[in-house]
């Protein structure tokens, strides 16, 4: 009786301090693209979810969509909103494919390539729930597209120097959450 007490505690301390941290990491995707606004496309948005993906897998869908509420719950649930559903999830869904046995010189590149590919293809994400939404047909998606490269350009270039830092920040959060520092 008294070991099952101590598991159930145990699993029970685990989820509360999940729940915390999450909530955390979601807060804090939140604030820093409140933080960056100023920065045209350039955030830490994509470097964050690689972040939490590669520390902690599955379970980084839960800071994320935290991000995507509170997108919705400050800035309002409108069109722009509904894309921001799953373009996170396909960038979570990448990194979910990077092997983990990745030598640590090849997650240095590896990495931030992946968050730079986000961001130049952030508008062709973006395009199918823009030609739903506004009924386009396909060349006037394709010239949403074309308006939108400049813009992606800038947003996939930032995402890559940003993304210099997913493997230090994978490492020490990974250090952080094993209670190792």
Known sequence: MGFERKMTRG????????????SMLGALMFVSKVAMEALPNIHLLG???????VVFRYKALIPIYIYVLMNGVFAGFNMWWLPYTYIW?????????????????????VYPLLCALHGFLFGVLYAPAQA????????????????GLPFDVIHGIGNFCVGLLIYPLSELLRKLSRGKI
Not at 11 to 22: D, G, K, L, P, Q
Not at 47 to 53: D, K, Q, S
Not at 89 to 109: N, Q
């Open 11 to 22: 699993a029970t301390s685990r989820r509360i301090w999940e729940m915390i941290v999450f």
């Open 89 to 109: 999830a396909i960038l979570w869904g990448a990194a979910m494919l990077i092997p983990r046995t990745l030598p640590v010189w090849a997650k240095c590149a």
């Open 47 to 53: 470097v964050l979810t690689i972040v939490y993906t």
């Open 132 to 147: 739903f939404m506004f009924g386009l047909d396909f060349d006037g998606t394709l010239a949403w597209i074309a308006a």
